[in-house]
């Protein structure tokens, strides 16, 4: 199976043209498998509706792309690290170092960053939505905040959840399959190829953070989701763990599902979603910031001092 093993040594342009290569052919077929799933289970053509988003109704085709999504999210992010891995004769768990130990303190403190995160977060995304280009690329930001206006769209019917059924169904599409799937494709190795090159993981860690955020096609939350990817590299760094910003990423996620779903049934304020976002909330940014400096910098102390005891 390791056809391209006595390929390893070579240059990180190769590494990095083999593993977009191999991350366009899986894409290309699990969404080819995605759309006759979606055929074939909700009678749904997405190739006859190209303009899906102002025809959204009903949860036949939420559903139906939902489950695209998923084939989608599998073919991209999942699959083409683990084919290269084995193409280029890694082992899996060992290269995605999934099977490096981490702990159960290590654990609380990503719960702990992610949290403290939040408005500061919410701020950054705020900023950036009211950003403006200048005049002569009106037509691109105009195109830009069109697409934003339709991945809203999408989004809040992915994130209507009228039954716990639906909330399990997001939770697995939204949380769990993008943290893993994202986290093995970026982190586990992007970066990693990054880092071989560049022989600086700070370096790796923010170019594999500015395309995780260019290639989510969101320009005007494009700055919020980079830092959040650095974060996520240097987790991933620090730690040694894949498993730590694959946890980082799915409370990310999982939290906004979670909140929607008790936004909707009226159980919190829906400031709660906006928190640092809100008119007022400047304190809770600036607390934000300074809580996740501090925290942050506890795993870093912590990860140091658990390799050395090791």
């Given amino acids: 199976m390791s056809f391209l093993k006595s390929y390893a040594d070579k240059s990180t342009s190769y590494h990095f043209l083999a593993f977009g290569i191999v991350a366009m052919v899986c894409f290309f077929l699990f969404s080819f498998f995605g759309v006759v799933a979606a055929i074939l289970v909700y009678d749904f053509n997405l190739l006859n509706n190209p303009n899906f988003t102002s025809q959204i109704s009903g949860p036949k085709v939420v559903n139906a792309l939902r489950l695209i999504q998923l084939f989608n999210a599998a073919g991209l992010f999942i699959v083409p690290p683990i084919v290269y891995s084995i193409l280029f004769g890694y082992k899996p768990l060992k290269f995605f170092k999934l099977n490096s130990k981490f702990s159960l303190k290590s ?33 691109l930001e105009s195109w830009m905040r069109r697409s934003e206006e339709s991945a809203k769209i999408l989004t ?64 005007l939350g494009f700055f919020p ?86």
């Fill in 107 to 139: 654990t609380f403190m990503v719960l702990a960053i992610m949290i403290v995160a939040l408005p500061l977060i919410n701020w950054m995304a705020v900023a950036n939505s009211s950003m403006h280009l200048p005049g002569f690329l009106a037509d």
């Fill in 225 to 310: 989701r980079m830092f959040l990817g650095a974060l996520f590299g240097y987790l991933f760094y620090w730690s040694g763990s894949l498993w730590l910003p694959i946890i980082g990423h799915f409370l990310n996620n999982g939290l906004a599902v979670l909140v929607a779903f008790m936004i909707q049934r009226e159980k919190i304020d829906t400031t709660v979603e906006t928190v640092g976002a809100n008119s007022g909330d400047i304190t809770f940014v600036i607390s934000s910031g300074l809580l996740l400096g501090f925290v942050v910098y506890s795993f870093y102390k912590n990860s140091n001092s658990s390799r050395v005891e090791s």
């Fill in 156 to 219: 809040e019917a992915l994130l209507n959840m009228e039954t716990y059924g639906v909330l399990a169904a997001n939770l697995i599409v939204v949380a769990i399959i993008p943290a893993i799937g994202e986290e093995l494709f970026f982190r586990g190795g992007l970066q990693q190829i990054m880092q071989k090159g560049t022989k600086n993981h700070h370096l790796a860690i923010w170019i594999t953070a500015y395309i995780f955020s260019a290639l989510h096609m969101q320009f």
